[in-house]
């Protein structure tokens, strides 16, 4: 019994992708294996189709939208206020950062003033949140690479995060806390102090993990001068992100095009040149001690004041407003009805999430729902360069590579 | 030959099943509760006090299981290759020495073929056809995952098994005999034979976990790369089967590794007082291999599968071989040999 190449040829194995595999698939030379969408390393479900020669990769052609939720024309039949929710549920490890650029594009729409308490707990969070989706990123990329235990450590350690999204919002992942106009609500009492413990116990973690993983020759032999990508291609492909700093070039929105004051903190944007998987490895190590600092940062310098916006258009009124005066009822029952009417005209705001370049656009037509949204997400644009990194390196080295690209499957498809 | 001796092989040969058989149920249970344990979580605690049970109500939920095979496999080979894997597993402990007692006016060796001459040259033998099992699981399943798995445990084990030879043939020239007995015997003489050989311990240990495809060297079930390699087809009591060669195999090599380096039953004084400490001592240090094993998969990451063979035929095998050179020449200084 031999493997069926003949099943490789017929058209519901290749399909539409016939075109796209080299020769000498079609005459069975090199083997065609479908990797995913159920493969317990495609990081949710990615397809990809490999033409392995031996356990060489060939070719790889990525297959995405298994995960396809529609979320840009769901958002389009909700008020921007309901609409926020959706955007929870996209980039699934950066939740408030899908919400930040979010409410980003409505305040720069509507020119809305934020706080300035609501903006430097916006930054907060936000850095909390890179760290919680580096944390699962690391720990994933390590379990790619077997070594199981820094996954766990990983998610024991993002688990504290968590927690503190869950006191703030209530919710540990789909928080839809950040607000057009400020915050949903002020932080709890007990936030400053849990914050500053993680910001004590954080730092050690880190380097915990750096043990393990750094200097060990095993995974330095898997990871150093794998996927080379050279900056040209990296800036041909749009990549953002760790991945195009990792290649040398230091771009990072939070210094490049400041928003929601980034411009107050000292924090370095870590660059390296080697552009391999292990230079994107010790660029991430390094971005969670740096969000870290940016966390201490503004932990300290908190301003007290309001999180909302006065700007009764867009923003309720506290409930107990609502008793005492006419206008706060109107406006509150408008808002929670209708919803805010933002004048008309597009815009684009973007934010650095922990993958790359997060953007928004939103076109408003007046009415109290946005006529159009589409997201740039940076997983969608990163992953184009998988198989350009994938030629020519083993099974072994994809499964790694995968990591590296560090996509998020809902925010490839949404 | 006489009755008494026949009784004395049979329950003997039933011990060391049932010994063997509780110890792969135990070890998968310590293994989960030790990576547990390494990973800040509580590892199986439902079955029975500290989870106890865990490892029976695995069993039992096996043993229900659905077993499954692909339509378009080599249904003989597919059923017969779990088997061909688990017997070579569990027939190398025969020769292991366990020590001896005087009993019924009749010296009782505790082990099954007691003082087998050639007892290394059949752990070599016994240890390859194992592989066979597995190539042939992975090319029987018809899955292209399967598939590489074997190919890959094929190339593995048969370029590990030259440098797994050469390390056994340092002890074996210490003693000047292959028979593990004598083995012992010689370290329980001097000292353990892994002070004295430390490159061919060493060389040991690794070969002997790319061996039996425990982590760093666990290639052919590569669960990131190959979903699970050789036995992803596999379902029920075959699978079942898999999984009790690799935890039996990984209590054979332990004891395989007491034997020759760390002085077997042997342990100075305790064992020399109270022979029938044996069999507890040697149980004592293949726990402690065991640990080792288990603390070796929590810690690293997988080699990769050229980098492996690199390690294999360009490390491995030199130094193995620059050990028996060396143990050699101290052997022809000390005039130890002639």
Redesign the interface.
């Known amino acids: 019994?031999d493997?069926?190449f003949e099943a490789n040829l017929s058209p519901d194995v290749l399909g539409e992708f016939a075109h796209l595999v080299s020769e000498r698939a079609l005459t069975g030379e090199t083997?065609l294996?479908n990797m995913g969408p159920q493969?317990?390393?495609t990081h949710g479900v990615l397809r990809l189709l490999l033409e392995l020669d031996g356990?060489e990769v060939v070719n790889c052609i990525p297959d995405i939208g298994f995960l396809h939720t529609g979320i840009e024309k769901n958002m389009e039949a909700k008020t921007y206020l309901k609409a926020e929710t959706m955007t929870d549920r996209l980039d699934y490890l950066n939740n408030l950062g899908n919400n930040l650029t979010y409410v980003m594009a409505i305040e720069k729409l509507a020119d809305l003033d934020v706080p300035p308490r609501a903006q430097a707990i916006r930054v907060l969070l936000t850095e909390l949140q890179r760290i919680s989706s580096h944390l699962v990123w690391v720990g994933t990329h390590?379990?790619?690479?077997?070594?199981?235990?820094v996954f766990?450590?990983c998610f024991?350690d993002r688990e504290r995060i968590l927690d503190i999204f869950e006191m703030v919002s209530g919710q540990r992942m789909m928080t839809t806390y950040f607000r057009p106009g400020g915050l949903w609500r002020d932080t709890p009492v007990e936030f400053e102090a849990a914050v500053r413990d993680f910001v004590r116990y954080f730092p050690p973690r880190v380097e915990e993990y750096a043990n393990?993983?750094t200097k060990?020759p095993?995974?330095m032999?898997?990871t150093k001068e794998i996927g080379h990508l050279d900056p040209q291609t990296a800036l041909q492909y749009g990549v953002t992100g760790p991945m195009l700093r990792a290649a040398g070039i230091e771009h990072d929105l939070r210094k490049a095009q400041p928003y929601s004051g980034y411009e107050l903190y000292d924090f370095d944007v870590p660059t390296h040149t080697d552009s391999d998987t292990y230079a994107r490895y010790l660029m991430r190590m390094e971005e969670m001690r740096q969000s870290n600092r940016i966390v201490e940062q503004a932990l300290n310098k908190l301003p007290l004041g309001p999180v909302r916006s006065n700007n009764r258009k867009y923003v309720t009124p506290p409930r107990s407003e609502i008793g005492i005066s006419m206008e706060a009822l109107i406006h509150h029952f408008k808002l929670w009805t209708e919803g805010f009417l933002p004048p008309k005209g597009s815009v684009y705001a973007a934010t650095e999430s922990p993958r790359g370049e997060l953007g928004v656009f939103l076109e408003s037509d007046g009415g109290p729902t946005p006529y159009r949204v589409h997201w740039r997400t940076p997983s969608f644009t990163n992953m184009q360069i998988l198989p350009i990194l994938a030629k020519g390196h083993?099974?072994?080295?994809?499964?790694l590579l995968i990591g590296t690209v560090d996509i998020t499957l809902g925010d490839v498809d949404r | 030959m006489d009755l008494g001796l026949w009784i004395e092989w049979i329950v003997k040969a039933i011990i060391l099943i049932v010994v063997l058989l509780i110890g792969f149920m135990y070890l998968t249970y310590m293994e989960r509760k030790f990576l547990a344990r390494?990973?800040?979580?509580y590892g199986p605690n439902r079955a029975g006090p500290v989870g106890l049970l865990q490892p029976m109500a695995d069993g039992i939920k096996l043993i229900f299981k659905e077993e499954v095979i692909p339509k378009?496999a080599?249904k003989l080979i597919f059923i017969l290759a779990p088997v061909i894997t688990v017997i070579p597993a569990w027939v190398i402990l025969a020769v292991i020495p366990l020590g001896s007692i005087q009993l019924f006016g009749r010296t009782i060796d505790f082990s099954l073929a007691g003082d087998l001459n050639v007892g290394i040259l059949y752990i070599m033998a016994v240890t390859s056809i194992s592989v066979y099992g597995i190539v042939l699981a992975g090319w029987?399943s018809?899955n292209?995952?399967a598939?590489?798995g074997g190919i890959r445990s094929s190339a593995q084990m048969i370029s590990y098994e030259l440098a797994l030879g050469l390390a056994f043939v340092g002890p074996a020239m210490m003693a000047s005999s292959l028979s593990l007995a004598r083995i012992v015997e010689a370290q329980s003489k001097t000292v353990w034979f892994a002070v004295l050989q430390p490159i061919g311990f060493v060389v040991f240990l690794v070969a002997a976990l790319a061996e039996i495809n425990r982590?760093?060297f666990?290639m052919p079930e590569?669960?990131?790369?190959?979903?699970a390699g050789y036995h992803v087809e596999y379902s029920g009591m075959k699978f079942a089967m898999f999984m009790l060669t690799e935890y039996t195999k990984m209590i054979v090599v332990s004891v395989i590794a007491a034997t020759l380096f760390l002085g077997g039953y042997h342990f100075p004084f305790l064992t020399d007082r109270w022979p029938w400490l044996g069999p507890l001592v040697l149980f004592a240090k293949v726990i402690i291999l065991l640990f080792g094993i288990i603390w070796v998969r929590?810690?690293?990451?997988?080699?990769?599968?050229?980098?492996l063979m690199a390690l294999g035929w360009k490390v491995m095998l030199p130094a193995a071989l620059l050990n028996v050179f060396i143990t050699a020449g101290v052997m022809y200084v000390l005039g130890m040999i002639a």
């Open positions: 019994m493997i069926d083997m294996l493969h317990p390393s356990e390590a379990l790619d690479a077997a070594a199981m235990s766990l450590y024991r393990l993983l060990n095993i995974f032999r898997r083993l099974v072994a080295d994809l499964v | 390494f990973q800040n979580r378009q080599d029987s018809n292209k995952y598939l590489l982590s760093p666990d590569a669960e990131q790369e190959l979903t929590a810690t690293l990451p997988r080699v990769r599968y050229d980098q």
